[in-house]
């Protein structure tokens, strides 16, 4: 399977803060997903990406896709306390790039909002 | 509402034991689901894919015979712990797609705690 690499690992924010994370791929990935998971619960998926240079908006969350679909980002825009947990990206957990459900996740970046 | 049921959301058991976990899909017929493990802070390992009517596809470094996985129809797969001991304290998560290039929906988790 693939291999994600995510940074940054912590992020400590007062909230009104933006907030960005990066993830990043060794071989081109034929799509890549967000999840968030909140402390204590299971991941819940935010998004796919799929298109070279593809960038999709939900309400304060922004997500890229590199140009080379080897990369990615999620950017929050003036963060609240209900942002915090842990975000993933994750990749395709076949070679061949299918995943039937099957992903390789990246580290994570484990964000604090401070009131 | 949940699509993926785990039980139990948490246990607590005694080294030596063995402890199985349930994972339900609730609205797909699942041929293939997917387990997990993650350790506090870190991130989600797959640790074996689960096949139904067939054995299990275990990565890597994961002792089969320790973590014996059972799919006996489409819509539950178990993952029995067995002999547990301290080490084996952990989050485990269980997953499934819904075709090729699926984001995955997860079960809400087991904590495990061996004492």
């Known amino acids: 399977g693939q291999q994600v690499m995510q940074i940054p690992q912590y992020q400590h924010v007062q909230e009104g803060e933006d907030f960005t994370t990066y993830c990043n791929s060794s071989t081109t990935l034929s799509n890549i997903q967000w999840y968030k998971q909140r402390p204590g619960g299971h991941p819940v998926f935010l998004i796919q990406l799929v298109k070279s240079g593809e960038v999709k908006k939900q309400k304060r969350l922004t997500f890229q896709f590199g140009e080379a679909k080897k990369n990615s980002s999620l950017h929050i825009t003036a963060t609240q306390t209900t942002d915090v947990g842990t975000y993933f990206c994750?990749?395709?957990?076949?070679?061949?790039?299918?995943?039937?459900?099957?992903?390789?996740f990246g580290q994570g970046t484990i964000l604090t909002v401070h009131p | 509402g949940a699509v993926v049921s785990q039980h139990p959301s948490w246990v607590i058991c005694k080294s030596g034991t063995s402890v199985k976990i349930e994972c339900r899909s609730l609205?797909?017929?699942?041929?293939?689901m997917f387990w997990y493990r993650q350790f506090p802070k870190q991130s989600l390992m797959l640790m074996a894919t689960?096949?139904?009517?067939?054995?299990?596809?275990?990565e890597q470094g994961v002792e089969k015979d320790k973590f014996l996985i059972n799919h006996a129809s489409l819509t539950l797969s178990t993952l029995t712990v067995t002999s547990a001991h301290p080490e084996d304290s952990s989050f485990y998560i269980c997953?499934?797609?819904?075709?090729?290039?699926?984001?995955?929906?997860f079960g809400q988790g087991t904590r495990l705690t061996v004492v």
């Open positions: 689960s096949n139904e009517g067939s054995k299990a596809t275990y």
């Open positions: 609205d797909f017929q699942a041929t293939t």
């Open positions: 994750a990749g395709p957990g076949n070679a061949g790039g299918t995943s039937y459900g099957k992903l390789t």
């Open positions: 997953s499934r797609g819904q075709g090729e290039y699926t984001e995955a929906f």
